[in-house]
């Protein structure tokens, strides 16, 4: 039940969104009955997304350890060291909700909430990365908040000068009532400089600082991402508005839990941010997102495990009359909790007075373990409120959820009239030929050119983008050095909708072979776990599934979870979304110059691929094209390969064997070999010809999805060395051909090919001769014409 | 001989970092001049770079325009300093008056973030006098208000005088058609992509030469027009101090 269905005679916690179970645990917790606004502090602080009161016992069987980690999980973002003194920090979350009711304010609020979380570590941010995920691209609704995320995130991250470098966007039916707006952001700091979110030493001042406090996104956590939308909210009637609450809990709407945000607020934010913490003037900084202020005094206070006093009066706010429970879990934008030695004062003033950015005494640690709060001064105040910090965040409830798998295991999806096959409306669509199937495979939304969509984002500024949006994993020099970070965001919701696990590991899966095939090695992975109603055995077992997955592939490529984010409640009248564990991990190229990039190289050179193809082709864009079998799956996952196959990319790489490296992912081998040759010849793009050794059905060898698999090309006269080092690897190994044309053929030979397809009832014919213009031509205009946006 | 070229910081510029950093390439001392101060602390050139200074509410430029620092560099530009603005730059220079013409929102109504290829129209400004000749130079653009507009008769009396000083063009050098011309990223009037005033010594452009200074990055064509300010600034200092002294 939602909080806008409950009858307002219910109890004010079960309209805060507390249950009865809960409200006995804050009983116990207490010693008595809470007040108003202790439960209003409680009920933004146990809500899923504060609190991760359900999925927190999953999260523990992640692996998290790693030599190079410096900070995992449990601060603002995970922290990894890169040698050299330098550290980098990176995170990914969500914003789904927000960008459901308002796209523009809720991407935009996302990319600067993932933004302070990277600062507040001590981090500069360099890049933003934006996976977005929504229903129909034909449909009204989509294109409005396609259009409007895609403007929030573009407004934000282009006024704060941050660049955007990379992302996914996928369009699926199942997103169609709950968007996904996930944004994973990077920082490069000084490992010297590296700054807690905790509050240690009583006696030290907590100072507020940047915007001002109002009645904006109050409760949105609690209120937005910690429940499903009904029916009514998910009309436009949301954006009706409501009157502002006046008693606790009370609202009309889910309207004015959407946070607005300033991006020119969040630069100065940055600066005044950066300078506190290289002048050593803060003992520890936290932002202010869920939660507010409640949040960011408690969960530092937890860390140091001590206490606060605040005084709320002293709290500087936009808005007259504000009650003391709005002011302390409004999650208005841009604002900053540092803890200040009383002799540092003046300096942090000084600072924030020159970034032009309000800065308050807001109160002083106390050795107490509370967060007191009172009105009318620290010393002769009014206690409003007090709570112990523990209470509300390490010591917060835990759920054991029923876990269940659904009755019978889901078919592999119908021919989906919404999707794929529609944007191509130029090739005949006959699916005997291969060379019509890629290219209506290449015109799909989910595979054509983002470049509509990257043009609105400013993904140079800063001048480290080596390799920025289009072209597989970004990459990002470090200035002073010879070293670049690599990144990479991907999440497998197909395959998660038919097996969570496999899903979610072959997300990781391809997450780091994308780092991997640059040459860089991954440093560690951070999560988005976006999934439907935790109180839905289904949901939840696909949940658990898809954490299983995530760490089984974590630890079998040795790979440490830094951190990351749970979104739950994904669902709408529409129903629930496929499972989305959005993986985000960064790598290390220790010398740029090394660099491997996708698009094949010189003519004459010579084209291998790694790994071979498996049997299953449900969940993969094929499938949604063309309709799958119903008795299909999904192809199988061996990490092991995996392991070696990313393995065998970095010391190709380090050789200098390669002249080429493209992850074979959506749309299978056809795919990957199309955008090496469309992106080839440093971009001009080239032809190849090649022939793939078949055992199984065109289909499948052509556009399958198995993983594990690259394609690589090199000068032929590193051809042998580079198979001998697959073959060491223990990775089988084909060279497929060479480089050179402008035409793109590939002809499938051995047992799978010619009339042995057609015998065994393949729709595929084995053979693909196209111009790399016509490649070019549908790959380049699929995406707006899904969309339906003019060119310019 | 190295120079001293002042970077001013707006609140919200955010490419300040980029231009101290092209400017080294470039040889030049690159310092920063924070948008309170008066002084210009004795640089020898100015660059007012990109970003969204103070947030680019109300216009782009119109409230940086106001800034201590501009009564500064405007008494400069009067003087006959070198004075280059880039994009967000651009805008202020062209809210203070210095350059020619308006910078309105970009014909899609969309920022717009991609390399493009301009052409300099002239080899003797102190911008251009580096680039080596006629070739598209490959730099970037990023900006949501970078359509440059003037009317027909002040256009033809800019090209008359020689104050464009880049248009926007095709791969192969020809010039962007028009205001419709896919080569022409914002739809600016005759595809203008930088202009200087009539002097000749102050000059704005939309696209990011400090952006392409590194052929890692993709191009270093920008570099040329980084090295043209740096030279004629060089210049300029060394014929000052021949005046100075030749008066002594």
């Known amino acids: 039940m939602t909080v806008a269905e409950r009858p307002a005679r219910e109890p004010l916690h079960r309209r805060l969104g507390l249950t009865n179970p809960e409200l006995e645990g804050i009983r116990e917790r207490l010693g008595r009955e809470p007040n108003d606004v202790e439960l209003a502090m409680f009920s933004v602080m146990w809500s899923e997304h504060c609190s991760y009161k359900s999925s927190r016992p999953l999260l523990a069987t992640l692996p998290t350890g790693g030599a190079d980690v410096v900070a995992g999980p449990g601060e603002n973002a995970g922290v990894v060291s890169i040698g050299g003194g330098l550290a980098v920090a990176f995170k990914i979350e969500s914003h789904n909700h927000p960008s459901a009711v308002e796209p523009y304010q809720g991407a935009a609020t996302g990319v600067g909430g993932i933004l302070r979380d990277i600062f507040t570590m001590g981090a500069r941010p360099i890049a933003v990365l934006d996976a977005l995920r929504f229903g129909d691209p034909g449909s009204g609704r989509t294109r409005r908040l396609v259009d409007g995320v895609i403007r929030g995130v573009g407004g934000y991250g282009n006024c704060v000068g941050v660049p955007t470098v990379g992302g996914e966007l996928v369009f699926d039916p199942s997103y169609a009532g709950n968007p996904l707006v996930n944004v994973m952001a990077i920082g490069l700091l000084e490992e010297r400089l590296l700054t807690r979110a905790a509050a240690p030493g009583p006696g030290n001042l907590v100072v507020l600082f940047g915007s001002t406090t109002g009645r904006d996104g109050i409760g949105g956590a609690s209120v937005l991402a910690s429940a499903t939308f009904t029916d009514e909210e998910s009309s436009d009637r949301w954006l009706a508005g409501a009157p502002p609450p006046s008693s606790v809990g009370e609202r009309g709407s889910k309207r004015p839990s959407v946070q607005v945000g300033d991006p020119f607020a969040e630069k100065l934010l940055i600066e005044a941010s950066l300078e506190l913490i290289e002048r050593g003037l803060v003992e520890g900084l936290q932002d202010l997102g869920a939660g507010g202020i409640t949040c960011a005094t408690s969960e530092t206070a937890d860390r140091a495990g001590t206490g606060m006093r605040i005084d709320l009066d002293a709290v500087p706010r936009r808005e007259a009359g504000m009650a003391a429970w709005e002011v302390l879990i409004s999650e208005s934008q841009e604002r900053m909790l540092a803890v200040v030695r009383p002799d540092r004062e003046a300096d942090v003033r000084e600072v924030c007075d020159r970034w032009g950015t309000p800065c308050a005494v807001i109160g002083v640690v106390t050795d107490d373990g509370d967060i007191t709060i009172l009105e009318g001064g620290l010393e002769a105040g009014r206690g409003v409120a007090r709570v112990p910090a523990r209470a509300l965040t390490s010591d917060a409830v835990v759920h054991r959820r029923l876990a269940a798998p659904p009755a019978r295991r889901r078919r592999a999806p119908a021919p989906s009239s919404a999707t794929p096959g529609r944007a191509a409306d130029g090739p005949a669509r006959s699916f005997t030929d291969a060379g019509a199937v890629l290219l209506a495979l290449l015109g799909s939304p989910n595979i054509a050119s983002r470049r509509a969509v990257w043009e609105q984002y400013d993904w140079h500024v800063g001048t480290n983008t080596v390799t920025g949006p289009g072209t597989g994993a970004a990459v990002l020099r470090i200035k002073g050095t010879t070293k670049a970070l690599v990144a990479s965001t991907d999440a497998n919701h197909a395959v998660g909708l038919l097996d969570p696990w496999l899903g979610a590991a072959m997300s990781v899966a391809e997450a780091t072979r994308n780092v991997s095939i640059t040459g860089a090695r991954p440093l560690g992975v951070t999560n988005c776990l976006n999934f439907g109603d935790p109180t839905r055995p289904e949901a939840f077992w696909q949940l658990g599934e898809a954490v299983r997955g995530l760490g089984d592939a974590c630890r079998a490529l040795s790979l440490p979870v830094t951190g990351g984010n749970v979104s739950l409640y994904n669902e709408s009248p529409a129903g629930t979304i496929a499972p989305t564990p959005q993986i985000g991990v960064v790598g290390l190229l220790d010398d740029v110059t090394t660099l491997v990039r996708p698009g094949f190289g010189a003519p004459g050179d010579v084209v291998l691929l790694v790994g071979e193809a498996g049997p299953g082709l449900a969940g993969s864009e094929y499938a949604a094209l063309a309709g799958g079998a119903a008795e299909d799956g999904p192809p199988a996952l061996d990490l092991s390969r995996e392991r070696a196959v990313q393995a065998f990319a970095r010391e190709a790489t380090a050789r200098g064997l390669l002249a080429s490296g493209q992850d074979v992912s959506g749309g299978g081998l056809a795919v990957a070999l199309a955008e090496a040759s469309m992106w080839g010849a440093g971009g001009g793009g080239t032809g190849a010809r090649l022939r793939v050794p078949s055992a199984l059905s065109p289909a499948v060898e052509l556009f399958g999805e198995s993983p594990s698999r690259i394609v690589v090309s090199t000068r032929p006269r590193h051809a042998p060395a580079l198979v001998l080092l697959a073959r060491q690897h223990g990775l089988p190994v084909h060279e497929l051909g060479t480089v050179g044309g402008d035409r793109l053929v590939v002809e499938l030979v051995g047992a799978g090919a010619t009339g042995a397809a057609e015998e065994r009832g393949s729709r595929v014919a084995d053979a693909i001769d196209l111009p790399v213009d016509d490649l070019c031509h549908a790959w380049e205009h699929g995406l707006r014409r899904a969309l339906g946006w003019e060119e310019h | ?248």
Request: charged fraction near 25%; proline fraction near 5%.
């Open chain 2, 1 to 248: 001989m190295s120079v001293r070229i002042g970077v001013v910081v707006f609140p919200g510029s955010n490419r300040d970092g980029d231009t101290l950093h092209a400017l080294r390439l470039a040889g030049a001392e690159p310092a920063r001049l924070w948008h309170e101060s008066a002084s210009l602390d004795g640089v020898a050139a100015i660059v007012l770079p990109g970003g969204f200074a103070f947030g680019d509410y109300l216009r782009a430029g119109a409230i940086a325009r106001f800034s201590p620092v501009m009564r500064a560099v405007s008494a400069f530009a009067a003087e006959g300093g070198l004075v280059l603005g880039i994009c967000n730059g651009f805008q202020v220079l062209t809210e203070a008056g210095l350059v020619p013409g308006a910078l309105t929102r970009n014909r899609g109504l969309r920022f717009v973030a991609r390399e493009v290829a301009i052409v300099p129209e002239r080899l003797d400004s102190p911008f251009t006098r580096q680039i080596d000749d006629r070739r598209p130079l490959r730099v970037p653009v990023a900006h949501g208000e970078g359509c440059w507009f003037a009317d027909p008769e002040t256009v033809d009396a800019l090209e008359r005088d020689g104050q464009v000083l880049f248009r926007y063009a095709h791969d192969d050098g020809t010039v962007a058609a028009g205001e419709e011309d896919r080569a022409n990223p914002n739809g600016s009037v005759r595809a203008v992509a930088g202009v200087s005033n009539a002097r000749g010594n102050v000059a704005g452009l939309m696209p990011h030469p400090e952006a392409a200074v590194e052929a890692l990055l993709g191009s270093d064509d920008g570099l040329a027009i980084i090295r043209s300010l740096v030279e004629s600034t060089r210049e300029r200092v060394a014929g000052r101090a021949a005046v100075a002294a030749a008066a002594r």
